[in-house]
């Protein structure tokens, strides 16, 4: 079951009435006293509020405040992109609004930056991972994603957040191990399981469309939806913004492994946003980079691969954008960008030959310096397939 609420604002009076409402219909709050509830919220880079590429902090004060009030201790933890230590951390929080939705909830902020190992008999290439310990050693946690388009797995919701349970740059490891995309849904899926949050819930009252999943455009959906099931969760998000699940890697596998369904119609919808029992649907939300590449399935001979390589997409730095910062160059897991200096004009380069095309420097890329380009024939293709 999916509940699916309407909301317009992110005033917090307004945002705290839904939260109330979908934590009743599911009664997460009847038995937390005591307990120790790990929030996790999409925090992948440092951006304020309005970019909409984080967990809006209205969202966040609102679970954290209903769970404190239940007597529930409540720790906020999520690893970014990028380094994860207590300064970055730190500023992490502060910018994202989540400092002050803690201070107010009365919420702990997570400091601790060890992992801890886990089982995970559900996985199917991960049956042992490390993840943050606050959410290994927590009773209980609630997941609250933030609705995103995304360069190398077209969409972000439920199931995709928890990748931010790896620590740091614990994650270019997974990107560089499992550069097919399959492969690497499927270590989404198994992230998720050794996880296992109670609750999920997706901030869609503004979510990101066109080049997410941080340098994107605001998208204004005035919706929070909520499950206990974070699969069906996302088929209904996707379904809601136009996108076909079986085009995003993570849910396409967690169909065949039998999670969830791709038919939105079977999974019960509840709340404000149904018309008997339909999900009502948005028009112009713009899946710019990678919609297409689950479209480009050639034969799995040599050549059909040597032709579905020559059309990947690939990252284009901005010289004049560039700041040389050195995000790019820490999170690349093939490690092919470096920095240029010409005549003392420093910015980054990429060497495409041992790019692994998972658009991390996208997505770290605080000014949007990185762009990601679809080859000619890759458009041309694409179009002719779409056809
Ligand atoms: S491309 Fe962006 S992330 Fe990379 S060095 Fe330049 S400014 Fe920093
Ligand atoms: S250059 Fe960018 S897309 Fe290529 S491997 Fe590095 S981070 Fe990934």
Redesign the pocket.
């Known amino acids: 079951m999916v509940y699916v609420k309407n909301c317009e604002t992110y005033e917090k009076g307004a945002v705290l009435e839904c939260v109330r409402e979908i934590f009743d219909r599911y009664n997460i709050l009847d038995d937390v006293s005591g307990l120790t509830v790990a929030v996790k919220p999409n925090l992948v880079c440092k951006k304020t509020p309005e970019h909409a590429a984080t967990t809006h902090p209205s969202i966040v004060w609102a679970v954290c405040k209903l769970l404190k009030d239940a007597g529930a201790d409540v720790v906020i933890a999520e690893s970014p992109s990028g380094f994860y230590e207590p300064g970055i951390l730190k500023s992490l929080y502060k910018v994202t609004g989540i400092e002050q939705a803690a201070i107010e909830s009365g919420a702990r902020l997570n400091f601790d930056t060890t992992v801890t190992e886990v089982d995970n008999p559900r996985g199917k290439y991960l049956k042992k991972l490390k993840i943050l310990t606050p959410l290994a050693k927590a009773d209980r946690i609630i997941n609250i994603a933030k609705l995103k388009t995304h360069g190398?797995m077209v969409y972000t919701g439920a199931v995709k957040n928890l990748f931010g349970s790896v620590a740091g740059l614990e994650k270019?490891q997974y990107?560089?191990q499992l550069?097919d995309y399959n492969e690497f849904a499927d270590c989404i899926i198994d992230i998720f399981l050794a996880n296992a949050p109670v609750f999920n819930i997706i901030d869609a009252v503004v979510a990101m469309h066109k080049a997410g999943p941080t340098a994107g455009e605001p998208y204004t959906l005035n919706k929070i939806l909520a499950s206990t099931d974070g699969f069906e969760l996302d088929v209904v998000a996707t379904t809601i913004v136009k996108v076909d699940p079986m085009r995003v890697p993570v849910l396409r596998s967690a169909i065949q492994r039998g999670f969830v369904s791709s038919n939105a119609s079977s999974i019960a919808v509840v709340g404000d946003a149904t018309k008997s029992g339909t999900v009502q649907q948005v028009d112009n939300f713009v899946v710019k980079y990678n919609d297409d590449m689950t479209r480009l399935h050639f034969s799995d001979g040599i050549l059909g691969k040597m032709m579905a390589a020559s059309m990947r997409p690939?990252?284009v730095f901005n010289k004049s954008k560039c700041r040389a910062c050195n995000e790019?160059v820490n999170?690349?897991?093939?490690?092919?960008?470096y920095i240029e200096n010409k005549g003392g004009k420093k910015y980054a380069k990429?060497?495409?030959d041992?790019?692994?095309?998972?658009?991390?420097?996208?997505?770290?890329c605080m000014f949007k310096a990185?762009k990601?380009k679809k080859p000619w024939l890759n458009k041309i293709v694409v179009r002719n397939k779409s056809k």
Request: proline content about 6%.
């Open positions: 190398m270019t990107h560089f550069s690939r990252p790019c999170c690349c897991p093939a490690k092919v960008i990429v060497k495409l041992g790019c692994i095309r998972c658009y991390c420097c996208q997505e770290v990185v990601i």
